[in-house]
């Protein structure tokens, strides 16, 4: 499960990341912001994850 978990993070970042790269090319700032807000949700996942393991240990 873990395994899983850290791939969506990964994805989220990877996704928001393009969304905001798209967003600052054409000028959409609401794009530009949802690509944020999606690489942010990505990283807390991934935070959660690692504390997850360090607790396994």
Same mark, same amino acid.
């Given at each position: 499960?873990?395994?899983? !978990? ?12 393009? =969304?905001?790269?798209?967003? !600052? ?12 807000? !999606? ?9 959660? !994850? =690692? ?7």
């Amino acid at each position: 499960m873990a395994a899983d !978990e850290k791939a969506k993070a990964k994805t989220e970042q990877a996704v928001g990341k393009a =969304k905001k790269t798209a967003g !600052e090319a054409v000028g959409n700032e609401r794009l530009t912001a949802e690509g944020r807000m !999606e690489q942010a949700k990505g990283y807390a996942r991934q935070a959660k !994850e =690692k504390i997850k393991d360090i607790g396994r240990d």
